[in-house]
């Protein structure tokens, strides 16, 4: 059931997904101090091995030294070429790739040719910005604020099912890093709520769960929807999938719930676990109208050896292209919103099923005082009367 018995207002304003002061103030009240998904432990398993990002326009490489992760700036001290252009890769040392500065595990200069020319070198001057990095079950976040939370409370309860969602007996399938032409809150809000199913989704869910049978937790810092699967007696690929993953489980010992769970942890963590797929999403954005996605989705394995390992690694494959399809049916809607938040000369609003969009709207504007004057317009609406069943004012 839903928790709300009305409809609601979009609290937000269109200029909240374009404008460069919203831009600004989000990313220096609400996620300059969050944890952003970077990569798995999986792709940074070897000393050596390097992960590179930009986090709200800062270049940040993420290294394993020696069995010991570091996320450091990207950029060189001697004449500020990005250390390295790739995007992943392994290398023996931490390297700049124009003159070839060398650094250690926190940033400090290790070897510099000729050095003797940089004499006298105040290292404390080139060593390079330090971040905080943290892992949950394989995941790797990195968080640019040193006084922010610590990932645990940042994640709070849902650490622990994280932990284990993506840790041991889970394995990485999918790593999609795309880029997006909206604002960050367009994807974010596309994932609250399955309204939109029937139109973006026909082929793959084909209906959206209905309120009898779906759940809505909504928190100050997090929302969570629980259903069952399919969504819906007439979902298609949805049906299969379900079908599908029953039978994989019972294979692999275990008891099928077909549960689904879709957590949004704020600002822009979103969470998705079947019984046999956990997914992990972050947008981050990249402008006031543009944005990354980063997504890496895990499979259960078990402790499975021989045939059921190979049947586990089809399944999660399978999955990850199942999700992958229904990435881009969404990521096509995306440009559009963009353009019509533009030039809405509408106030917008959210149905009863978008509820979890309101909860993240009313955290957002209230860590992010400068939507305040447009927010006052919309408290007439929320006086309106309630609407009956079929959506009409009574
Ligand atoms: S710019 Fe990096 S070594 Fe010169
Ligand atoms: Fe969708």
Wanted: with cysteine.
């Amino acid at each position: 059931m839903y928790v709300s018995n009305s409809r609601l207002p979009h609290v937000l304003p269109p200029s909240a997904y374009w404008s460069l002061e919203s831009s600004q103030s989000e990313n220096k009240v609400l996620l300059t101090k969050g944890w952003h998904l970077v990569g798995t432990t999986v792709e940074l398993s070897q000393s050596g091995d390097f992960l590179t990002c930009q986090l709200l326009g800062i270049p940040i490489q993420v290294r394993n030294f020696d069995g010991q992760l570091s996320a450091l700036s990207n950029v060189c001290a001697h004449r500020h070429c990005l250390i390295t252009r790739l995007t992943s890769g392994r290398s023996s040392k931490m390297k700049c790739q124009y003159h070839g500065w060398e650094y250690d595990k926190t940033g400090r200069t290790q070897q510099i040719p000729v050095a003797k020319d940089f004499a006298p070198l105040d290292r404390e001057r080139t060593q390079l910005a330090e971040y905080r990095v943290s892992t949950c079950g394989k995941l790797v976040f990195v968080s640019l604020a040193g006084d922010g939370p610590l990932l645990v409370d940042f994640l709070g309860d849902f650490f622990a099912v994280c932990s284990e969602r993506f840790g041991q007996g889970w394995e990485p399938f999918l790593n999609e890093d795309a880029e997006h032409e909206c604002n960050w809150k367009v994807p974010v809000e596309g994932t609250l709520e399955a309204y939109h199913v029937p139109q973006v989704h026909p082929s793959t869910f084909g209906t959206f769960p209905q309120e009898a049978k779906t759940s809505h937790v909504l928190g100050s810092n997090h929302t969570t929807l629980s259903t069952r699967l399919p969504f819906g007696a007439s979902s298609k690929l949805d049906g299969i999938f379900q079908w599908l993953e029953a039978r994989f489980l019972r294979l692999m010992g275990r008891i099928p719930t077909a549960d689904y769970r879709h957590h949004h942890c704020f600002p822009n963590v979103l969470f998705s676990f079947t019984d046999a797929v956990s997914l992990c999403q972050c947008l981050v954005p990249t402008g006031p109208e543009s944005c990354r996605s980063i997504v890496r989705q895990f499979g259960y394995v078990g402790k499975s050896r021989g045939p059921r390992r190979w049947i586990a690694r089809i399944w999660g494959r399978l999955a990850a292209r199942i999700t992958k399809r229904i990435l881009a049916e969404d990521r096509a809607l995306f440009k559009s919103v963009q353009q019509g938040l533009r030039n809405s000369t509408h106030e917008g609003m959210l149905g009863r099923c978008e509820e979890r969009i309101h909860a993240f709207q009313v955290y957002v504007d209230r860590e992010v005082k400068v939507f305040v004057p447009e927010v006052k317009t919309q408290e007439v609406f929320l006086c309106r009367p309630f609407c009956d069943d079929q959506g009409l004012e009574s």
